[in-house]
């Protein structure tokens, strides 16, 4: 019934409402905890760049540079063609890294989801938001996800029958695995992380920034042609 679509409809309204000012707060929240930190000491931590004068941190996300400015509390994609600001999502994951990221060198050994400590109760979303994406774009198209990923600066990995690491941030590798179908098994995909990842990012930032590098993967290939 009409009512019944009525209620359904406003649920989910009402759910992604409750998101989108669940980000919004958490936005306010991390600009709260940048003014009392020393942002020199950030940039060191998070391996990015502070500009003193303009009260801002600079750092690469998924290969582009982002400004983040401290004084004016907003977050801008910096571009040939002057400063984009980006969605709260986006802003948000960029300010839980500066944040989080300590001084911790890279393991250099790569994990599953699964594997990192503390993030058990995040593993659906993961799936939903990350993996079943990756395996629905790029399934029997392992060429697709090495052009896709070689746009957005990745490198090949020696994992799967391809995999390519995209550096979200400059302390955060993540590598997205294709193996190859055959007559008994379908073809599937996963998402390996450093083992250091949590000295960067919180659980549920995980997901985030994960789900982020499949859009992006994806959007690069849409953008192919």
């Known amino acids: 019934?009409?009512?019944?679509?009525?209620?359904?409809?406003?649920?989910?309204?009402?759910?992604?409402s409750n998101l989108i000012n669940?980000?919004?707060?958490?936005?306010d929240k991390a600009f709260d905890s940048l003014q009392g930190k020393d942002c020199a000491v950030i940039a060191r931590n998070a391996d990015a760049r502070y500009d003193a004068d303009c009260h801002a941190l600079h750092l690469p996300y998924l290969g582009i540079e982002h400004r983040v400015d401290v004084r004016n509390r907003e977050v801008f994609r910096v571009g040939p063609e002057g400063d984009v600001p980006v969605g709260t999502t986006a802003g948000v994951l960029m300010l839980h890294y500066l944040l989080q990221a300590v001084?911790?060198?890279?393991?250099?050994?790569?994990i599953s989801f699964r594997e990192v400590r503390g993030v058990s109760g995040y593993y659906p979303a993961f799936v939903k938001?990350?993996?079943?994406?990756?395996?629905?774009?790029?399934?029997?198209r392992e060429e697709a996800l090495q052009a896709a990923g070689a746009r957005l600066g990745g490198v090949m990995a020696p994992f799967g029958d391809t995999a390519i690491t995209l550096h979200v941030f400059p302390l955060v590798p993540i590598t997205y695995v294709l193996w190859r179908g055959d007559g008994e098994m379908p073809s599937s995909a996963t998402i390996l992380f450093d083992a250091n990842i949590s000295h960067y990012l919180p659980g549920e930032d995980i997901v985030l920034a994960?789900?982020?590098?499949?859009?992006?993967?994806?959007?690069?290939?849409k953008q192919s042609g």
């Open 1 to 16: 019934s009409w009512s019944g679509l009525a209620w359904e409809y406003g649920m989910v309204v009402d759910r992604e």
């Open 22 to 27: 669940g980000y919004r707060i958490a936005w």
């Open 103 to 110: 001084k911790h060198p890279l393991s250099g050994q790569m």
């Open 129 to 140: 938001r990350a993996i079943l994406p990756l395996q629905g774009a790029f399934a029997g």
């Open 210 to 221: 994960a789900s982020f590098g499949t859009y992006a993967l994806m959007k690069s290939i």
